[in-house]
């Protein structure tokens, strides 16, 4: 059985030649996404020397110290300490105690290191040196590498199941999906399947289905940069390319009624209007505030039904959205909306009488249950509709019940003929019986003056609303699951206008479109399309066939796109168009270069990530894609530690977390079990344990399952007896032994402070963070002050609120006759606190200490933390699945100080993590913070003011007399 070193941890190592010594590492940074990078996440190379029992620092620098490999006297490692800055070979000379640089690479830096035999062979820029460890001379090595290049040939591809965006045709007999970058004209039931794209080196997405009929827009980057383009759906023409951006990037396409006019967003917030015929482009608005990438793909425009009118949604100053209106021939925006409520999406009435839009006016408070008085509101928005002109009546107008005229003859002979009337079963309401040409055209007029005074609220219960939709006589909205409801689903209602209640049409809905006529929709229902009206109880009985979804891959095309479109999102999106110095265009060239040696997807991911790391800032991630996967076997585990006793595996200690702590417990932490810490596993399912193995070998493919252990207190297999338990998975593993960790780290600060001081551990600052904070603040509020431990944070969002809870001031004091006087708020702890921080403390993790350092909240102690918080990240998705970050802000302080991005936040007190003192079981950082929050209790302890003497509030007592 493998015995461990008395190293507290570490990542890399390499042995001296006599086996004595250690030379290793605690962060694997050199092959972090950031360059020149000096912040808390910097390795040193340290020796630790098995005979003495003892580590030391030999390099101790701000630079990255990686890669060790010990070779004779000397060992050699990659530092960017040079002055360009690039991961070089260094060599340490232990007799002299002193390391100096070996290479000089400018272009690209040393990736690799490894050493054997008194050579060493190391990496850059895509090829391979052989390094002489005495002489240290180099040269290139060829390599011959024998493939079938598999993951390069073409092949044929199913990507049915691959679908992100759709349209669907005029009356609803065909679709437009995009697939993997292809779009694909698909019959609703029956005909063919046309790919009208057919390349892997364009990115072909986000069609639109022209309302005649006769074209379908879509943005491609086939010409370098993403442009719009039209095709014919039976590809009788070429595309034809409308615009000429030269950069950027667009979102949804919203076709006029007529044909005539696109409007989109992109990526600068501008809601522009093409005009298909001269190609002319003008904005009609900005949004102004940022919305997101994200949320770009849903921003919603919509068109007059007389292709006049532009309607969408703007930010204003207070931060709220208002609706606006465009009148596209006078090129002149109006406000709808005050903004004093938050609006948005708007819709035109299928009459062009009317405007619905969403509203967030219903503010019913929700109390936290935890007693502290918070509340919030969710479930706030309502639906809005608003007469468009003054004599138009509210959709709500009070009605009165009179008897009807009666019809005359040629009205019951009208009726005779099959006109169908109001309220089909079908639920079409289409007049058919009436010519298309003899409908009077809808002309949308709008009277500005007092235009928000006619906004009239729909009796529809407030809740979670998004798309909207106008029928003749409907209105229909998608209605997500309520906050707080177990239900994840969402459903699609329609508000009926003439018996004005609301009816449900079909639930399970994830997206939803209207066809490009605008008389039915498309619904994707649990991975199913299909075609529906805007009636009662529809089905996707017989969903749109997906199953003809195959495009012809070319691996190597798709690359060289994956990597130019990851390219420019960082040249669209990234916070600063300068990108930070960085000569952007030469990395395109120097780092496009190496995509033509890719040979797998894992190596255009290693390509873009260095590619994204030259911007020397965090959140520029690279992952997923269309990589080789294996299918994954996990062990089921037992929450115990194992020793070996001679021929049989003995429990040596069960893993406990607090007591009070229901979350994860092992298998043999549970009532009613009687095996206990030195009782002998003899086998699993009738499997031995073999000695000569891993204990855990025998439960590789158990994780969760229910098993049977033969277990003996004496050692002898004679003796066993079975017990039944459910084995832990691998991640519940890990937090039981998580959770053990913050309860001992818990009594080590009870300890140390004599009982006086609380301990919080926060890991993330989201989900987790929040119930870690919210659990044990609360749970230890009788304590006179707190060490708030964020050492290995993991981020999440920005930590205002997480320090608001924190120092919640005592505003009053309350004095009851029976029951303890109290403070108000009771759940506030106005004692000294104190912070940890480490290296592994990133993003969020880095914006919690910047704000208890701002906020003048306490000493900080530790060492300074990871420094990737820059700002918020973008996810984008690639052709193939994968996707990227991008950080399209960067945060500073109110002093205008950008944040340390690659250094991080610097403790008050720097306390090194010093493995010589963790050896010991100490922790030398909790140990001086606990120190610093106990002298600031002992200078200004917390206390509760006293109540007053008791008044006299009589007349004689108000008159002191």
Not at 633 to 651: A, K
Not at 803 to 829: A, F, I, M, S
Not at 870 to 875: E, R
Request: charged share 25%; proline share 5%.
């Amino acid at each position: 059985m493998p015995v461990k070193l008395s190293i507290p941890y570490g990542e890399l190592a390499s042995y001296s030649p006599d086996g004595n010594s250690l030379a290793y590492i605690t962060k694997i940074t050199e092959n972090y996404p950031f360059k020149r990078y000096r912040g808390g996440l910097s390795s040193d190379i340290l020796v630790y020397d098995l005979v003495q029992n003892r580590a030391e620092n030999i390099t101790n620098s701000h630079a990255i110290d990686g890669k060790p490999a010990w070779v004779g006297d000397e060992i050699f490692f990659l530092s960017d300490q040079g002055e360009n800055m690039r991961l070089n070979i260094w060599v340490y000379d232990g007799s002299e105690k002193s390391a100096k640089q070996v290479t000089f690479l400018r272009d690209f830096d040393i990736s690799f290191l490894s050493a054997g035999g008194g050579d060493l062979v190391f990496e850059a820029g895509g090829d391979l040196y052989l390094m002489d460890a005495g002489t240290k001379s180099y040269e290139p090595l060829k390599v011959n590498v024998v493939s079938d290049l598999s993951l390069e040939m073409p092949r044929s591809v199913n990507v049915g199941n691959n679908i992100h965006n759709f349209s669907a045709s005029p009356e609803g007999k065909r679709l437009v999906f995009e697939c993997r970058g292809e779009l694909f004209n698909v019959p609703v039931k029956e005909g063919y399947t046309l790919n009208m794209t057919r390349s892997s080196g364009a990115f072909d997405m986000l069609p639109s289905w022209s309302p005649d009929g006769k074209n379908i827009a879509f943005w491609s980057d086939r010409s370098g940069e993403y442009e719009l383009y039209l095709q014919d759906p039976d590809m009788q023409k070429e595309p034809v390319k409308m615009t000429s951006r030269g950069k950027g990037f667009g979102y949804q396409l919203y076709w006029s009624p007529d044909s005539k006019k696109i409007a989109f967003i992109d990526e600068t917030n501008d809601i522009s209007v093409l005009d298909v015929d001269s190609k002319e482009l003008i904005v009609a608005g900005n949004y102004t505030w940022n919305y997101g990438h994200g949320g770009r793909y849903r921003y919603p425009i919509a068109w007059s039904p007389d292709s006049k009118w532009l309607a969408f949604t703007e930010g204003l100053d207070n931060s709220h959205n208002a609706i606006k209106l465009f009148k596209l021939d006078e090129k002149i925006a109006h406000q709808l909306s005050s903004g004093f409520y938050d609006d948005s999406n708007p819709v035109f009435s299928e009459d062009g009488k009317y405007l619905y839009f969403l509203t967030n006016r219903s503010m019913q408070a929700t109390y936290s249950d935890m007693g502290d008085g918070t509340w919030v509101y969710p479930n706030s928005t309502q639906l809005a509709s608003v007469a468009l002109l003054k004599d138009t009546p509210s959709l709500l107008e009070p009605r009165n019940d009179e008897l009807e005229e009666k019809k005359d003859a040629d009205s019951a002979d009208e009726k005779k003929k099959g006109k169908k009337a109001k309220g089909d079963k079908d639920g079409s309401n289409d007049d058919k019986g009436e010519k298309e040409d003899e409908k009077p055209a809808v002309e949308v007029k709008i009277d500005m003056e007092n235009l928000e005074e006619r906004v009239t609220i729909l009796p529809i219960k407030a809740g979670n609303f998004g798309w909207l939709a106008s029928f003749k006589g409907k209105l229909v909205y998608l209605k997500g699951a309520n906050t707080g409801s177990e239900s994840r689903s969402s459903s699609l209602k329609y508000w009926d206008l003439e018996e004005r209640e609301e009816k449900s049409i079909i639930s399970d809905v994830s997206h939803v479109k209207q066809t490009a006529d605008g008389k039915q929709m498309v619904v994707s229902v649990k991975g199913k399309y299909g075609i529906i009206k805007a009636a009662e109880n529809q089905k996707v009985e017989k969903p749109v066939p997906t199953g003809d979804l195959v495009m012809d891959l070319v691996p190597r095309e798709e690359w060289r796109q994956i990597f130019n479109d990851t390219w420019r999102r960082h040249r669209d999106f990234f916070y600063d168009p300068d990108m930070q110095g960085v000569d952007w265009e030469a990395m395109r060239v120097q780092y496009g270069a190496l995509i033509e040696d890719a040979r797998s997807r894992w190596d255009v991911s290693n390509i873009t990530t260095n590619l994204a790391a030259e911007l020397s800032a965090g959140h520029t991630y690279v992952f997923g894609g269309d990589v080789q996967k294996v299918k994954t076997i996990s062990t089921g585990f037992l929450g115990i530690d194992w020793e070996l006793d001679g021929t049989s595996y003995r429990i040596k200690r069960i893993i406990k977390p607090a007591s009070w702590d229901t979350e994860t417990r092992s298998p043999f932490d549970r009532p009613g079990v009687k095996v206990k810490a030195a009782y002998c596993i003899h086998s699993v399912n009738g499997i031995p344990l073999d000695p000569e193995k891993d204990p855990y070998a025998a439960f590789e493919g158990l994780s969760g399952k229910t098993v049977v252990l033969m277990c003996s207190e004496s050692g002898e297999a004679a003796d066993a007896e079975a017990l039944v338990l459910s084995c832990l998975s691998p991640s519940q593993e890990v937090n039981l032994r998580y959770l053990e960790w913050i309860e001992n780290n818990r009594k080590m600060v009870e300890k140390l402070s004599d009982g006086k001081l609380g301990y919080i551990y926060m890991s993330n600052t989201s989900g987790r963070g929040q119930l870690e904070l919210v659990r044990m603040f609360y749970g230890q509020l009788d304590k006179k002050g707190f060490v708030i431990d964020e050492r290995f944070n993991g981020g999440g969002q920005l930590a205002d609120r997480f320090l608001e809870l924190l120092q919640r001031p005592v505003v009053y004091n309350l004095h009851w006759r029976h029951g303890r006087d109290q403070t108000h708020p009771v759940k506030t702890n106005t004692g000294p606190m104190g912070m940890l921080i480490n290296g592994w403390a990133g993003s969020g993790g880095d914006g919690l200490p910047w704000a208890f350092q701002e906020l003048e909240a306490g000493p900080i102690v530790g060492e300074r933390t990871l420094g990737i918080l820059v700002g918020p990240a973008t996810g984008h998705l690639l052709i193939d699945n994968g996707g990227i970050t991008v950080p399209g802000a960067r945060l500073y302080d109110n002093d205008g100080h950008w944040f340390w991005e690659g250094e991080g936040v610097a403790p008050d007190i720097e306390v090194w993590d010093d493995p010589n003192i963790l050896i010991q079981g100490r922790d030398p950082q909790m140990e001086r913070v606990v120190k610093e929050v106990l002298e600031l209790l002992e200078s200004n302890p917390p206390k509760m003011t006293p109540a007053p003497a008791k008044e006299d509030r009589t007349a004689a007592g108000q008159n002191g007399s």
